[in-house]
């Protein structure tokens, strides 16, 4: 029997888990996260909605690709909620060994350290055995429909490095 190549690409969709894992304060990561989930859904992958308040590490690893968002605040500073995720993470070091990484960083361009959260991240996933698949995306200010489409222009050239 032979499959097409369309129709095996098709399968691989249906199959590959996603989660969108996010830390947020403000709530402007949470948005992120919720465009990109719904512009995941409308492609036909199976996604999870994860928040890193309520997430250990250890269950990202059931994950073929894990979007993981952070902010920044001030000139460099991870926000809380993804310092705690990531120190825990340090604890049990290596859990992700097998999980594939791409990640959305937020800040404010007037600083210096401009969205620098997300090459802390980066580091760390790095650290921990996973694989970052492709640079971060660094996102300026409040999420709006420029920024979601300057988004999803990215979640595509995630989605072809796997």
């Not at 996604?47 to 250890?58: A, G, P, Q, R, S």
């Not at 097998?98 to 650290?127: C, H, M, Q, W």
């Amino acid at each position: 029997m032979c499959i097409s190549i369309s129709a095996f690409c098709l399968l691989f969709v249906e199959y590959m888990k996603i989660a969108i894992a996010f830390a947020t304060l403000s709530g402007n990561t949470e948005k992120i996260a919720y465009e990109l989930e719904k512009f995941l859904l409308n492609k036909s992958y199976e996604v999870d909605l994860l928040n890193l308040e309520n997430t250990k590490v250890d269950e990202l690893k059931k994950y073929d690709l894990v979007f993981l968002g952070c902010s920044t605040y001030g000139d460099g500073d991870l926000n809380l909620i993804m310092d705690i995720f990531l120190s825990e993470a340090d604890q049990i070091c290596h859990q992700c060994e097998s999980t594939r990484f791409a990640i959305f960083s937020l800040g404010d361009s007037i600083y210096p350290n401009f969205a620098i959260a997300g090459e802390i991240v980066e580091d760390k996933i790095i650290d921990m055995g996973g694989e970052v698949i492709h640079p971060y995306i660094k996102i300026d200010g409040y999420p709006s429909s420029e920024v979601f489409e300057e988004i999803k222009k990215w979640v595509l050239e995630v989605l072809k490095k796997l």
